[in-house]
C-alpha cells in the first residue's frame, strides 16, 4: 500500500515515563562525550522533551537487530545504513528506465513508486528510506507537568584504552527518573500483515526496553509507555474522525 490514497491510519497514544535518567543531547546525539552538547534539548519554554525522531530511531533499530536475527521468517529487514535493501541510485535508475521503455501508457512516478516498494524490505516498507517516505510518524514528546532536571558527574573515556582516563571528567545535564512526557505515533495505509509488527512496537514500548538518547551504555534513557489508547481509523469512520476526533468506537486491539 502507497501513500496515494487512505487505506487506514493507526494512531497510538499514551505517556512516557522515564525509567532511568535521560540525556538527550541538545546539539546532537554524539556518541563522543567531549563533543557532546551538554546541557539536554529543550522546547521553545525551556522544557524538556523527547524528540519524535529519538523514538523513531530506536523502534527502527530495535525492529531491524530483531528480524535480523530471524526470529520470524515472515518479516525481512535490511541494515539502511551499511546494507539497504533498495540501496544505490542505479538500482532506482534502472527501475526507472526499465518502465520507460515499456509501459508508457500509465503514470510513470507511481509505476515507479510501486516497484521500489515491492522492492523494499519490511522494516522500509513502515520506516522509510531515501526512496519512499516513511508510513510512522512519532510526534515530539512534550513535557507532563514538571521534571527535575540535574547535573551529573560524566567520567571521560580513553578512546584508545576504553577505560576510564585518569582526571577527565565532565558534567552532562539529564533529566531525571519519573519525568512524564505525551506520546502519539501514527502509521497510515499499513499493510494488515504488519499489523503484527506494530502490536511488537506498542508491546516494545510498554516493556521499558527501549532506550532513547546519549549514555544508554550506562543505564540510561529507559522510557516505558503506560496508559495506551490505540485506535484504528479506516474509510467507513475516517470522515467521523476528521469532523470529531478520536472516538471509543474507533479503538484497536493491540493485545
Ligand atoms: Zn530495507
Not at 25 to 42: C, M
Not at 128 to 134: I, K, Q, V, W
Request: aromatic content about 8%; glycine content about 8%; some cysteine.
Amino acid at each position: 500500500m502507497l501513500l496515494d490514497r487512505f487505506y487506514n491510519k493507526y494512531i497510538i497514544k499514551g505517556t512516557l515515563v522515564a525509567e532511568t535518567p535521560i540525556h538527550i543531547g541538545a546539539g546532537e546525539e554524539s556518541l563522543d562525550p567531549i563533543q557532546t552538547d551538554n546541557s539536554v534539548i529543550k522546547d521553545v519554554n525551556g522544557k524538556p522533551y523527547i524528540p519524535g525522531s529519538s523514538i523513531k530511531g530506536a523502534l527502527r533499530s530495535y525492529l531491524e537487530t530483531l528480524l535480523l536475527s530471524g526470529v520470524d521468517q515472515r518479516f525481512k529487514a535490511c541494515l539502511i545504513v551499511n546494507d539497504p535493501c533498495l540501496g544505490d541510485e542505479d538500482e532506482v535508475e534502472k527501475i526507472k528506465r526499465i518502465y520507460q521503455e515499456e509501459k508508457r501508457d500509465r503514470d510513470l512516478d507511481l509505476i515507479v513508486a510501486e516497484e521500489i516498494y515491492r522492492n523494499l524490505c519490511d522494516v522500509c516498507r513502515i520506516f522509510g528510506n531515501p526512496y519512499f517516505a516513511s508510513k510512522l510518524k512519532v510526534d515530539d514528546c512534550m513535557l507532563k507537568g514538571d521534571a527535575h532536571l540535574s547535573i551529573r558527574d560524566g567520567v571521560g573515556i580513553d578512546r584508545d584504552t576504553g577505560t576510564a582516563a585518569d582526571g577527565k571528567k565532565y558534567d552532562f545535564e539529564q533529566v531525571d527518573a519519573g519525568a512524564q512526557f505525551e506520546f502519539c505515533m501514527s502509521v497510515d495505509n499499513l499493510e494488515p500483515e504488519h499489523e503484527e509488527l506494530l502490536k511488537l512496537m506498542v508491546k516494545v514500548l510498554e516493556s521499558g526496553q527501549l532506550r532513547v538518547g546519549g549514555k544508554t551504555s550506562v543505564g540510561l534513557g529507559c522510557i516505558r509507555l503506560i496508559d495506551t489508547r490505540a485506535y484504528k481509523i479506516e474509510p467507513t469512520n475516517f470522515r467521523s474522525y476528521l469532523m470529531e476526533g478520536l472516538k471509543e468506537e474507533m479503538r484497536w486491539q493491540y493485545v
